[in-house]
């Protein structure tokens, strides 16, 4: 083996090193996501599981550079979301109106006063440089309550939703995704039919040159097809994960 040869050699290993490591620590993270988890205690595709991997980076690393983190407004904002929920289901249930008081005090502390008691602590200490595991266990506290948030703002009432035709359950989200699809099928044979837009992305799908040669944007038109598209994805989304 030659000496070109073997500096070859080891950069192939070096490189396959690296890919190695990164495939493990990628793997490792997906692995830490608990997805099945989730889907065999609910049911629920967990869409948001990337967005919780995002808070808790992005709220860690405002800490380390003494920013407040914005996660603490938004666990204030799904926690007062959360007690409005409650209070108007408290107040559709007589069973649950002989214990108000006490359930008020109950939810008032689990969606208002922990929520503003984690923001005081944040408000209090991010600008002093805390240690790492400080940092740690705060980012943990400020992320963690929106899980079951999440779930009892949006996810909990559609799975609970069902109508009985007869000897038939039919799920709510069952409807919603019906009743979405026609409504949507309508509204875009509307679009691409009748609107100027609409029958410039036609002309766009069915003769790109020749709809430019017309005077037919069609940058613009390929950027209003991928916003377009982003937005039923979402959408679909939305509609499919509370199985």
Same mark, same amino acid.
């Given at each position: 083996m030659t000496l070109q040869d073997e500096e070859v050699w080891i950069y192939q290993l070096s490189i396959a090193a690296i890919l190695a490591q990164d495939g493990i620590t990628t793997g490792a993270i997906y692995a830490l996501l608990a997805l099945v988890l989730v889907f065999s205690v609910t049911r629920v595709i967990f869409i948001?599981? $990337?967005?919780?991997?995002?808070? $808790?980076?992005?709220?860690?690393a405002?800490?380390?550079t003494q920013k407040f983190p914005a996660t603490c407004w938004l666990l204030m904002a799904m926690g007062a979301a959360c007690f409005v929920v409650e209070v108007a289901g408290l107040a559709r249930h007589a069973e649950r109106r002989r214990h108000a008081a006490r359930t008020l005090a109950v939810l008032a502390g689990k969606y208002l006063l922990f929520p503003v008691a984690v923001y005081a602590l944040t408000k209090g200490v991010f600008l002093q440089p805390l240690p790492m595991i400080a940092q740690i266990a705060l980012t943990l506290l400020i992320v963690i309550p929106m899980g079951p948030f999440v779930y009892r703002l949006a996810y909990e009432p559609i799975a609970e939703a069902t109508f009985n035709l007869g000897s038939l359950s039919?799920? $709510?989200q069952s409807l919603w995704v019906v009743g979405t699809a026609v409504v949507l099928i309508g509204a875009l044979y509307l679009y691409f039919d009748r609107s100027i837009s609409g029958k410039a992305l036609r002309a766009t799908s069915v003769n790109r040159l020749g709809a430019r040669l017309v005077g037919i944007g069609t940058t613009q038109a390929g950027r209003l097809a991928f916003t377009l598209a982003a937005g039923l994805g979402a959408l679909c989304g939305i509609l499919v994960a509370p199985r």
């Amino acid at each position: 083996m030659t000496l070109q040869d073997e500096e070859v050699w080891i950069y192939q290993l070096s490189i396959a090193a690296i890919l190695a490591q990164d495939g493990i620590t990628t793997g490792a993270i997906y692995a830490l996501l608990a997805l099945v988890l989730v889907f065999s205690v609910t049911r629920v595709i967990f869409i948001p599981q $990337g967005e919780f991997v995002s808070y $808790g980076a992005l709220t860690l690393a405002a800490l380390q550079t003494q920013k407040f983190p914005a996660t603490c407004w938004l666990l204030m904002a799904m926690g007062a979301a959360c007690f409005v929920v409650e209070v108007a289901g408290l107040a559709r249930h007589a069973e649950r109106r002989r214990h108000a008081a006490r359930t008020l005090a109950v939810l008032a502390g689990k969606y208002l006063l922990f929520p503003v008691a984690v923001y005081a602590l944040t408000k209090g200490v991010f600008l002093q440089p805390l240690p790492m595991i400080a940092q740690i266990a705060l980012t943990l506290l400020i992320v963690i309550p929106m899980g079951p948030f999440v779930y009892r703002l949006a996810y909990e009432p559609i799975a609970e939703a069902t109508f009985n035709l007869g000897s038939l359950s039919i799920s $709510g989200q069952s409807l919603w995704v019906v009743g979405t699809a026609v409504v949507l099928i309508g509204a875009l044979y509307l679009y691409f039919d009748r609107s100027i837009s609409g029958k410039a992305l036609r002309a766009t799908s069915v003769n790109r040159l020749g709809a430019r040669l017309v005077g037919i944007g069609t940058t613009q038109a390929g950027r209003l097809a991928f916003t377009l598209a982003a937005g039923l994805g979402a959408l679909c989304g939305i509609l499919v994960a509370p199985r």
